[in-house]
């Protein structure tokens, strides 16, 4: 392999904002290079959010797929097992998205997150990565991400959270949050 192309393992993690965005700013910049790529979205379900509406946009080589049941903590035991359900189905679709050669970058939003949550596991994780053909970029976002995800990983970012305005009581803002 020509170590000057190659499809790179990269992780957006840290408890500060900004890992999914890092990750949109990514699949637009692919986007604009006649790229395709494909974002599930592990955690994410149910609401308007603004990149769902750029992607309608942009065409078929950016796709956005909400595969979530939308936020987790506070679940009751049967709505945890919803969130099982549909992490299941995120990853066994990943496995075959990057199976298929359909796409060169294929985003796993707040996958870390599922595997904090137990929605599915650490080694569920490593497999499908392991598994992803050489030429295709592979990005990770969510908080907490493993040290073995990390470690596998060839570029890796932590978000450090400074300052956020939700702790002075400001809610989330149309096109900041959402």
Do not use: C
Request: hydrophobic residues 45%; charged residues 25%; negative net charge.
């Amino acid at each position: 392999m020509n170590m000057n192309n190659k499809g790179l393992v990269i992780v957006h993690t840290g408890n500060g904002k900004g890992k999914t965005t890092a990750a949109l700013g990514m699949a637009l910049r692919a986007w604009g290079q006649g790229m395709r790529v494909l974002i599930l979205q592990f955690i994410k379900g149910g609401w308007e959010y603004g990149e769902l509406k750029a992607a309608e946009k942009l065409g078929p080589n950016l796709v956005i797929r909400q595969m979530g049941e939308g936020f987790v903590r506070g679940a009751s035991e049967s709505m945890l097992e919803e969130h099982k359900l549909a992490a299941a189905e995120a990853l066994q679709a990943a496995g075959e998205e990057l199976a298929s050669g359909r796409w060169d970058m294929v985003i796993l939003d707040e996958i870390n997150y599922a595997i904090g949550m137990e929605l599915i596991s650490e080694e569920e994780a490593l497999q499908l990565i392991s598994h992803k053909p050489d030429m295709v970029h592979v990005v990770l976002t969510g908080r907490n991400a493993r040290p073995k995800i990390i470690e596998t990983a060839d570029l890796v970012t932590e978000m450090k959270e400074i300052k956020h305005p939700y702790k002075a009581g400001i809610r989330a803002q149309k096109g900041v949050e959402f």
